[in-house]
């Protein structure tokens, strides 16, 4: 079972509002990641965990702010966006953070901030 | 971050047809290549990984060149649902994180 689980699957947030989007896999991979993908366009590293640790963070705007309570589940908080963050916001996972694993990824959230 | 491109397409094919996708990547340090395919408003889903042997997966075969620094996706005899977006996607130089191409859209028709 390759699954990821995304939820919600959609969200509308005003620009002032707080949210969060949570990320769900049950294979055993220790290795989850945050990405943007914006209409037409690959999807872009935001946030890699390695072992429910931080290891990188693309300089992404402090208005994101990722968790990952244990090594099944990963949030990304959002907080006072802007309307340009609209996007995909997808989440995957690998067995281990190097690049040679394969990243499966969940259906996505698409996110609209008015 | 090295870059990893793409053809430009669009493919419009028939059914039946033949397609071929090329990618060239930078990093001569990448180890690890992978092809996904998008649908639309969908998430990637990894289609094959690609070996230095090259690799066939029923109607699809990647090929990796790594002198020239080129991988190449072939699909045979195309279907209507094989019409996507195509993602080249290849390890960056510390071999941590994924370099995803800007995709080739693949438009199959009857």
């Known amino acids: 079972d390759t699954e990821v689980t995304q939820t919600p699957k959609h969200l509308v947030m005003g620009m002032t509002n707080k949210k969060s989007l949570k990320c769900e896999q049950h294979?055993?991979?220790?290795?989850m990641y945050w990405y943007k993908q914006k209409a037409k366009k690959p999807p872009e590293l935001m946030f890699v965990y390695s072992y429910e640790k931080l290891s990188i963070n693309e300089s992404v705007p402090s208005r994101f702010s990722p968790e990952c309570p244990n090594s099944s589940l990963l949030n990304l908080h959002l907080h006072a966006l802007q309307p340009e963050d609209s996007a995909l916001y997808l989440c995957?996972?690998?067995?281990?953070?190097?690049?040679?694993?394969?990243?499966?990824f969940g259906p996505g959230t698409r996110l609209t901030v008015t | 971050r090295k870059e990893v491109e793409q053809d430009p397409g669009p493919f419009n094919v028939p059914e039946g047809a033949t397609v071929a996708f090329n990618c060239t990547y930078s990093n001569s340090a990448s180890q690890s290549f992978f092809w996904y395919r998008q649908d639309c408003r969908k998430e990637p889903k990894l289609l094959m990984s690609?070996?230095?042997s090259g690799n066939e997966d029923g109607r699809f075969t990647a090929q990796l060149n790594r002198a020239s620094q080129y991988i190449s996706l072939l699909i045979r005899d195309s279907k209507l649902s094989d019409s996507a977006t195509y993602l080249c996607v290849v390890n960056d130089q510390a071999g941590t994180a994924l370099i995803f191409g800007k995709g080739t859209t693949l438009s199959v028709s009857s």
């Open positions: 690609v070996y230095s």
């Open positions: 995957a996972s690998s067995q281990a953070s190097s690049g040679s694993y394969e990243q499966y």
């Open positions: 294979m055993g991979h220790r290795a």
